[in-house]
């Protein structure tokens, strides 16, 4: 707008175009005098206008594009306009394409930890983990009305071809691994169509765990209603996660016991009131094998494609918790706002929760296309593969989330903090069609490790248990939750691996059945310690008072369950008819529901404690039907593979 100020130094770029001769003149002419003015220019004048000119071609260049992609846009948007909206848009979301590098999905950077505060302000930046923006919402709340609807529950299903008597019309299919691309809308388990709960061909036994059932959920529907957990002395509930953990637990085990009334309502409370929008912390574990494994377990069981819309919702919540520096996922993680962090007191997390997620995030991805949750679970297989601090494939119990190393070394257990590691080794590996040999080595060493450095005998009996090691100090102590191993190892066995295992399964379940035999209710305590010494002692199984407590856990009736599956031997279900019975005359509340006791020493008091856990539904009474069943297609162990909290889910590649 100004004319340019004369120069005052030689540095200074004059570049003077003269107007009266610019056009008047022949081309030659004036190239001759662009070119004379240009040579008289010095070197860092030219340099400078030729930047000049490089950086307006560049800028003309990028404003052409961007104009470009505007046009385009505007181009679409008002086609789209005029295109007619289908009528049913697909149930399920397009699958995802999985990140290359799962760093780099969205959402997976390391996060800091950050401590945790149930109570206080809320969180003023409340942001679903996978965007749960507006329309997205809109877009689920349609699709949902359009599943869910009253009359519909089992539409899905229907057409499916499955029904509720389990009277398949389609032709079988295999399940797929992950790998292959999932289909959509994906197919709920074929072999679902074996499972007949007709009440009329239920043996007496098994009409016993239908009326233990029933009583327990009816304290749970009447006191507990879409509450976490009954109590139900006082007739009230406790909360958790405020998820309705009971009825998402208990799903399954209604669908096979064929309590179809049961199901239906609660499948409604899941469609209408399950929302996973809310400012709560879940234990990532627990919540993972509970609220995950149970809806998946629904979804192939029913074939109602609600379950697994649920899950699919629920495992994108769950995926800050992997943020970490380490990978090593946190304990915790806010589902409403997908802060995720480590307990109050440390940052480490806990091994067998870690390494026990794999199962149900795997099974996610091979669902719903969307890879991110395998590759994050399977990521912490890898790692803890990898580690420094076993003992003959034996692990510590604690993991550091920035480190992602082991802490606490030293220390060795099958029980508390460790005990699932192992049964997911082998149950990832089963799951997966027997392929994945990492697993398998892993696991066959553990078995190895627990051999060498674990096991010992009792007296009188000479009952083998598993004790613990405390740098290097054996101690006779065993958790009620060991009582998994005898059925993990009889699986293995019949998954092909050495026979040696089923008969340490074999005589572990002997043991863990001698934890309730020797007690006087009949029920076994919460931790048990053997007798080393020939004494005049009379019990192998010793209880200090802090432990003789019994919390309804599932692990001794699932053992009894895959031994007598597997060996056919009636005695396991003779067992397993003994601890229902002493639970029906310890645990149950008259008015509804049962309890964990506080002692299992004093049939004249056992302090019951005003506590049913979910997984007494979810697990112990699932697999005491199971026991009593003589079908061995009742969910079979060639198809099925259980997940820790007796959620069954498809093997893959079944046999
Ligand atoms: C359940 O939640 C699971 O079985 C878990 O593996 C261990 N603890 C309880 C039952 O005891």
């Known amino acids: 707008m100004y004319p340019p100020p004369a120069p005052a130094r030689r540095d200074f770029i004059s570049v003077t175009l003269s107007p009266g001769r610019s056009y008047d003149g022949g081309r030659g002419l004036r190239r001759r005098s662009c070119w004379r003015k240009w040579k008289q220019l010095s070197r860092l004048q030219r340099t400078v206008v030729l930047f000049l000119l490089v950086v307006l071609m560049l800028f003309g260049l990028l404003s052409y594009v961007h104009v470009a992609d505007e046009w385009a846009a505007v181009d679409s948007r008002s086609a789209a306009a005029w295109q007619m909206r289908p009528a049913n848009p697909p149930v399920l979301p397009a699958p995802q394409k999985a990140a290359e590098n799962p760093e780099a999905v969205a959402g997976l950077s390391p996060q800091k930890p950050q401590r945790h505060f149930r109570r206080g302000p809320p969180n003023l930046q409340i942001r679903a983990p996978e965007g749960d923006s507006q329309e997205r919402r809109q877009d689920q709340a349609q699709r949902r009305a359009e599943v869910v609807g009253e009359a519909g529950w089992g539409a899905e299903a229907q057409r499916d071809g499955l029904s509720w008597r389990g009277a398949g019309t389609k032709p079988q299919q295999g399940t797929e691994p992950p790998g292959k691309?999932?289909?959509?809308?994906?197919?709920?388990?074929p072999k679902a169509a074996r499972i007949q709960p007709n009440p009329a061909s239920q043996n007496a036994r098994q009409k016993a765990v239908v009326d233990a059932f029933l009583h327990a959920w009816a304290g749970y529907r009447k006191f507990a209603?879409?509450?976490?957990?009954?109590?139900?002395?006082?007739r009230s509930f406790s909360e958790w996660f405020g998820l309705g953990l009971t009825l998402i637990d208990a799903l399954d085990t209604m669908w096979i016991l064929g309590l179809k009334k049961?199901?239906?309502?609660?499948?409604?409370?899941?469609?209408?009131?399950?929302?996973?929008?809310?400012?709560?912390?879940?234990?990532?574990?627990?919540?993972?094998?509970?609220?995950l494994g149970g809806l998946l377990s629904a979804f192939h069981l029913s074939g109602d494609v609600l379950f697994l819309k649920k899950a699919e919702d629920f495992g994108n919540r769950l995926m800050p918790a992997f943020r970490t520096p380490s990978k090593i996922p946190y304990s915790d993680v806010n589902i409403g706002t997908g802060?995720?962090?480590?307990?109050?007191?440390?940052?480490?997390?806990?091994?067998a929760e870690v390494t026990s997620i794999q199962l149900e995030f795997r099974e996610l991805s091979r669902l719903t296309g969307d890879k991110k949750f395998q590759e994050a679970a399977e990521e912490v297989t890898r790692r803890v593969h990898g580690l420094h601090g076993k003992l003959d494939g034996l692990v510590p119990m604690f993991i550091n989330t920035n480190?992602?190393?082991?802490?606490?070394?030293?220390?060795?257990?099958?029980?508390?903090?460790?005990?699932?590691?192992?049964?997911?080794?082998?149950?990832?590996w089963i799951q997966g069609g027997k392929k994945e040999r990492q697993l398998l080595e892993d696991y066959l060493e553990a078995v190895d490790g627990i051999r060498k450095h674990l096991l010992a005998r009792s007296e009188p009996r000479k009952l083998?248990?598993?004790?613990?090691?405390?740098?290097?100090?054996?101690?006779?102590?065993?958790?009620?939750?060991?009582?998994?191993?005898?059925?993990?190892?009889?699986?293995?066995?019949?998954?092909?691996?050495?026979?040696?295992?089923?008969?340490?399964?074999?005589?572990?379940?002997?043991?863990?059945?001698?934890?309730y035999r020797q007690m006087e209710t009949g029920l076994s305590p919460e931790i048990a310690h053997f007798n080393l010494h020939r004494t005049k002692?009379?019990?192998?199984?010793?209880?200090?008072?802090?432990?003789?407590?019994?919390?309804?856990?599932?692990?001794?009736?699932?053992?009894l369950f895959y031994l007598h599956r597997l060996t056919g031997d009636r005695k396991y279900q003779d067992w397993g008819w003994e601890i229902l019975r002493s639970f029906n005359t310890y645990t149950r509340v008259p008015s509804g529901g049962y309890s964990s006791i506080s002692n299992v020493q004093d049939p004249r008091h056992p302090q019951p404690r005003d506590k049913m856990e979910s997984f007494f539904l979810g697990e112990t009474l699932k697999y005491l039907y199971l026991l009593f069943?003589?079908?061995?297609?009742?969910?079979?162990?060639?198809t099925y593979v259980f997940n820790t909290e007796a959620h069954p889910l498809p093997i893959w590649a079944p046999s």
């Open 339 to 351: 802060v995720a962090h480590p307990p109050r007191w440390t940052s480490d997390s806990t091994v």
């Open 225 to 234: 209603w879409g509450h976490d957990e009954l109590k139900p002395l006082t």
């Open 403 to 428: 480190s992602g190393s082991f802490t606490h070394l030293g220390v060795f257990t099958l029980g508390a903090r460790a005990d699932s590691y192992y049964e997911y080794l082998l149950k990832q």
């Open 537 to 559: 002692a009379v019990k192998d199984v010793q209880v200090k008072a802090a432990d003789r407590h019994n919390l309804l856990r599932p692990e001794t009736v699932e053992s």
């Open 262 to 291: 049961e199901f239906q309502e609660a499948r409604n409370w899941v469609s209408k009131r399950l929302l996973f929008q809310k400012d709560v912390d879940v234990n990532l574990f627990e919540s993972t094998i509970r609220i």
């Open 464 to 515: 083998t248990f598993v004790g613990e090691l405390n740098h290097g100090r054996f101690s006779a102590k065993m958790d009620h939750l060991v009582c998994f191993l005898p059925g993990t190892l009889a699986l293995g066995a019949h998954h092909g691996l050495p026979a040696e295992h089923m008969e340490l399964a074999q005589a572990l379940m002997d043991t863990c059945y001698q934890m």
């Open 181 to 189: 691309k999932a289909e959509f809308p994906p197919r709920p388990s």
């Open 629 to 638: 069943s003589d079908d061995p297609d009742l969910l079979s162990l060639d």
